[in-house]
């Protein structure tokens, strides 16, 4: 069996192209990930969107691209665990703590306070995930465009 350090420190790796290059974007058109086991409906998407076109910040670190570029994207393990807490974890936890608050002043206020929770802490959630940067992919030239 797999150690668990080691399938944690693992990297996930998806095959992209450079198809747009802006200021502040790199627009990547993404491999299909899916290999046809059958078991997601060819929907077993790990980086990226189902529809396979991805608008990704450019970053001090990334190499210099233009469009036809192969490149990869490098998402480690712990990243993508700490990207599902951030985008499931916290605005679940602001569910139920809103719902807790309020539940002493009826079921509505208690429904309320779970939809107020869950908005509130998405919307904290995701200003924190913005500002790390280890969250997101990094990106690796494979070849140039021919």
């Not at 936890?93 to 509505?108: C, E, K, Q, T």
Request: glycine share 10%.
């Amino acid at each position: 069996m797999q150690d668990l350090a080691e399938h944690f420190s693992s990297p996930r790796i998806r095959p992209a192209w450079v198809v747009g290059v802006d200021d502040r974007y790199w627009h990547l058109q993404l491999a299909p990930s899916c290999h046809g086991c059958g078991g997601c409906a060819g929907n077993c998407e790990v980086i990226g969107s189902i529809d396979r076109h991805m608008r990704l910040t450019r970053a001090t670190q990334d190499p210099i691209l233009h469009v036809g570029v192969e490149v990869e994207l490098v998402l480690s393990e712990a990243s993508l665990l700490q990207q599902a807490w951030y985008g499931y974890g916290w605005p679940l936890l602001g569910m139920l703590i809103g719902a807790v608050l309020l539940n002493p002043f009826g079921s509505v206020a208690a429904a309320l306070g779970a939809l107020a929770g869950t908005l509130a802490a998405a919307r904290i959630s995701k200003r924190r995930a913005m500002r790390h940067t280890f969250l997101r992919p990094q990106i690796r030239r494979v070849r140039s465009a021919v």
